[in-house]
Nanobody, 123 residues
Framework: QVQLMESGGGSVQAGGSLRLSCTVSGDTVSWYSIGWFRQGPGKEREGVASISRRGSGTYYGDFVKGRFTISRDDAKGMASLQMTGLNPDDTAMYYC????????????????WGQGTQVTVSS
């Protein structure tokens, strides 16, 4: 199994950018799909972005609208989420997650989770 640890969260003004990083350890990273999820205050958890094994496919939530980019570097055991054009609706706890193999819809079947990193966007 894998362990995940997020970093890079923080506070930013609307229109700003943040880069979240996820360190993945404990198993062969290339066997796992990596996803980013978020949960805002009073909201359900939702899929933000995911990347399949070997980066062959990427998926994004509809709300992303081209603002975020997910990437992975298996040699370093890391995945990243570059976020631009942030707005207050993006305020949430962001979680990195992993699942063995690929997800049919990009966001299902994730069973390994990090502790989360807070992103706060002020207007």
């Amino acid at each position: 199994q894998v362990q995940l640890m997020e970093s890079g969260g923080g506070s930013v003004q609307a229109g700003g950018s943040l880069r979240l990083s996820c360190t993945v350890s404990g198993d062969t990273v290339s066997w796992y799909s990596i996803g980013w999820f978020r949960q805002g205050p009073g909201k359900e958890r939702e899929g933000v972005a995911s990347i399949s094994r070997r980066g062959s496919g990427t998926y994004y939530g509809d709300f992303v609208k081209g603002r975020f980019t997910i990437s992975r570097d298996d040699a370093k055991g890391m995945a990243s989420l570059q976020m631009t054009g942030l707005n207050p609706d993006d305020t949430a706890m962001y979680y990195c997650a992993a699942r063995f193999g690929d997800s049919s819809d990009g966001f299902s079947g994730y069973n390994y989770w990090g502790q989360g990193t807070q992103v706060t966007v002020s207007s």
